[in-house]
């Protein structure tokens, strides 16, 4: 529970300025909200309308940095 407090702690620090944000309750609990921060911090980080939901252009996004990751070392 500490821990994802924390990761609600984090996003907001970071992505609290932005406009499009949506403040995270920074309660501990994984529920909706806090899913949807974090598929909007992601849409952020790669230049994508953040709506917190993955559609077409989310998911090829998540696909090419998955694949960008196959060549990192294990």
Same mark, same amino acid.
């Given at each position: 529970?500490?821990?994802?407090k924390?990761?609600?702690?984090?996003?907001?620090?970071?992505?609290?300025h932005?406009?499009e944000?949506i403040? =995270?309750?920074?309660? @501990?609990y994984t +529920?909706?909200? #806090?899913?949807?921060? !974090?598929?909007?911090a992601?849409?952020?980080e790669?230049g =994508?309308?953040p709506v @917190?939901?993955v +559609?077409?252009? #989310?998911?090829?996004n !998540?696909?090419?940095?998955?694949?960008n990751r196959?060549?990192?070392?294990r």
């Amino acid at each position: 529970m500490k821990m994802l407090k924390n990761a609600q702690a984090y996003l907001n620090a970071m992505y609290g300025h932005r406009s499009e944000w949506i403040p =995270l309750e920074e309660n @501990g609990y994984t +529920g909706t909200v #806090t899913v949807s921060g !974090v598929i909007r911090a992601f849409q952020l980080e790669n230049g =994508l309308d953040p709506v @917190g939901s993955v +559609g077409p252009a #989310t998911l090829k996004n !998540v696909q090419i940095s998955t694949s960008n990751r196959e060549n990192e070392p294990r």
